[in-house]
């Protein structure tokens, strides 16, 4: 069973950045597709980044060219880096590792943009 284990939020101001972590239990990041979810106060939790096995990554429109996910698989890590950040951006970030019908979702970390 996989494990994931977020790491990296906090509070920023506006323009601010954080980077993100998931530690994956294993190696895993050649058989899943890895993915970033986000979910603000009172709304549901939407897709904001995914990378495959293969390196193709893909990103919610609303993040383009601010944030981008990477892999060290060395380290079993998938990263979120976060830039130009907004209040919008506010929410409980979720690692999510998908493969065929096998689903896990990390704990979950937040991440507040406020002055």
């Known amino acids: 069973q996989v494990q994931l284990v977020e790491s990296g939020g906090g509070l920023v101001q506006p323009g601010g950045s954080l980077r993100l972590s998931c530690v994956a239990s294993g190696s895993i990041f050649s058989r899943y597709i890895m993915n970033w979810y986000r979910q603000a106060p009172g709304k549901q939790r939407g897709l904001v980044a995914t990378v495959t096995p293969g390196g193709k990554t893909n990103y919610a429109d609303s993040v383009k060219g601010r944030f981008t996910i990477s892999v060290d698989a060395a380290n079993s890590t998938v990263y979120l880096q976060m830039n130009s950040l907004t209040p919008d951006d506010t929410g409980v970030y979720y690692c999510?590792?998908?493969?065929?019908?096998?689903?896990?979702w990390g704990q979950g970390t937040q991440v507040t943009v406020s002055s």
């Open positions: 999510n590792a998908a493969r065929l019908n096998l689903v896990a």
